[in-house]
């Protein structure tokens, strides 16, 4: 990466939804890090550096030398790390779940950003953190997953708050289902077996597709329209209105 361009930091970039952003920040000219748990994606062909991180270590020392060693303004960081749960009930859910969804799907955030607050302040740089709208729904069968992304949503406003006299703007976007190869397997769990029928059975007659919650993602990480926007969750959701 040369210098020169503003950077931005993609934590979850090797999912369905991180590559998808990644894509888009960099169609909008930036350069970017982007961090992957597992099998290293190769080379991608468009300049992304990639950097292995595992949320529930609470280690980010090789993202920080990453980002430390780019000469680039660090103008955006996208948090879009996930794991989901296995859609038992409260009752039969195992408390090691849900306090592996916690270190993974909240924590992760604090590991990250105690890794990237010095070069996100020097740059006032936008954070978007990726949530789900299941905080608003609360769905059985789903509540370490909710609990999770609940204390994310929490964290984040608290660090919209804690980062504003840094110049540091942090919001939230939480989309409702997303069609993912992990939306099929997690449709799967809840025992869907015709995903398209499924799809097709939900207020707004389909999914979201990826594309279209990347470019909220970016548009709140780059866009001139955002500037004012802190402490903003926004929730990708059809409501028609019916009450």
């Not at 920040?25 to 300049?47: E, K, M, N, W, Y």
């Not at 604090?110 to 949530?131: H, P, Y």
């Not at 905080?135 to 708050?161: I, M, P, Q």
């Not at 939480?174 to 939306?183: D, F, G, N, R």
């Amino acid at each position: 990466m040369g210098g020169g361009q503003d950077l931005a930091v993609v934590v979850g970039g090797s999912g369905a939804i991180g590559r998808s952003v990644v894509s888009e920040l960099r169609t909008r000219g930036l350069s970017v890090i982007a961090t992957h748990h597992g099998q290293h994606p190769g080379d991608t062909g468009d300049g992304t550096g990639w950097v292995p991180f595992d949320a529930a270590s609470g280690d980010a020392s090789g993202l920080r030398a990453a980002v430390d060693a780019a000469p680039d303004r660090l103008a955006v960081v996208v948090f879009t790390v996930g794991v989901a749960s296995s859609k038992r009930q409260v009752a039969e859910t195992p408390t090691e779940e849900f306090a592996r969804l916690f270190a993974v799907n909240a924590l992760g955030l604090v590991t990250a950003w105690q890794a990237l607050a010095a070069r996100a302040r020097a740059g006032a740089a936008r954070i978007v953190v990726v949530s789900s709208d299941t905080v608003r729904v609360a769905g059985a069968g789903n509540g370490a997953y909710t609990a999770s992304k609940a204390g994310l949503e929490a964290l984040a406003l608290t660090l919209a708050k804690e980062e504003a006299r840094n110049g540091v703007r942090v919001n939230v976007v939480a989309p409702s289902l997303v069609a993912s190869p992990q939306a099929e397997q997690i449709l799967a769990m809840k025992g869907v077996t015709d995903v398209d029928a499924h799809y097709a059975g939900l207020p707004a007659g389909r999914a979201l597709t990826v594309e279209e919650v990347a470019g909220v993602i970016a548009g709140l990480g780059c866009d001139p329209v955002w500037d004012y926007a802190t402490g903003t969750v926004v929730r990708l959701i059809f409501d028609s209105g019916a009450r």
